[in-house]
């Protein structure tokens, strides 16, 4: 059994390829009914409040992917699971440059600092847990490519370098770390960097493209080594198939 926390726009994806491949699955949502589709498809659905934490099945592998909240805390200790694989942030690396999987996290912010705080809590907790520090998630309806098309550039401006991942493939990393043995913290990200201003290029908005306002340097991250320990390989490697797959 798997428990999802957080049908958001990756947990929703995840929920659907958990039951494709016959996994049970149930989660704890605020508001059951927005999720009716999912529920048709099998998805066993909980309210996300103290009291249901004992009604859900013990021992059971824990998808985690709701930011950091004090009051998740004794949720998820109720739960006793097994297994938490926690969904985190590049955020956690702070000003940061080139990072991979040995590079220390070293947040300068706030958001950063409590981020990291939550993994230190995860990562001590009685079950084996994978921690997995997503850099920008995008996808059909979120991302820079939609940000664009409304006319915003998306905070940092146009020109710093941004790594990226398509929820579809984090979905597929979730899945697999689910599974699997492997543990600590580790960055995940596609193979190809690159600013705003190149995907505005591409998609002829080069007013956007020009658009520096608030530059950052940005952040490069090496996500290779994850994606070898749970042998998975990317669907969208690239920002160049994973955006024009991603329009609507």
């Avoid at 690396?93 to 990072?99: C, I, K, P, T, W």
């Avoid at 947040?107 to 705080?117: F, S, W």
């Avoid at 043995?181 to 591409?202: F, K, L």
């Amino acid at each position: 059994m798997v428990i999802v926390l957080g049908l958001g726009f990756t947990g929703q994806r995840l929920a659907r390829r958990l039951l494709r491949e016959g996994v049970p699955v149930c989660a704890a949502v605020r508001g059951v009914k927005r999720f009716r589709e999912l529920a048709d498809a099998g998805l066993i659905l909980s309210e996300l409040t103290p009291e249901t934490a004992g009604s859900l099945p013990k021992n059971a592998i824990l998808a985690h992917l709701i930011p950091p909240v004090a009051s998740l805390k004794p949720f998820v200790t109720e739960l006793a699971p097994s297994r938490i694989v926690y969904v985190s942030s590049t955020g956690v690396y702070g000003d940061q440059f080139e990072v991979n999987e040995e590079t220390s996290p070293s947040p300068n912010d706030e958001r950063g600092q409590v981020r990291l705080e939550e993994e230190q809590w995860i990562a001590a907790g009685p079950w084996t847990s994978l921690i997995l520090r997503a850099a920008a998630i995008y996808g059909p309806g979120r991302g820079v490519h939609v940000a664009l098309r409304e006319g915003r550039v998306p905070r940092g401006g146009g020109s710093g370098i941004v790594s990226r991942i398509h929820v579809d493939d984090l979905a597929a990393i979730i899945h697999a770390g689910l599974f699997s043995g492997v543990e600590r913290a580790w960055p995940v990200a596609d193979d190809d960097p690159c600013s705003t201003a190149e995907i505005a290029a591409s998609l002829s908005m080069e007013s956007l493209a020009n658009n520096s306002q608030i530059t950052i340097p940005g952040r490069r991250v090496d996500g290779r080594k994850i994606r070898e320990k749970l042998g998975i390989e990317l669907t969208h490697p690239s920002w160049r198939t994973g955006i024009p797959a991603s329009l609507g």
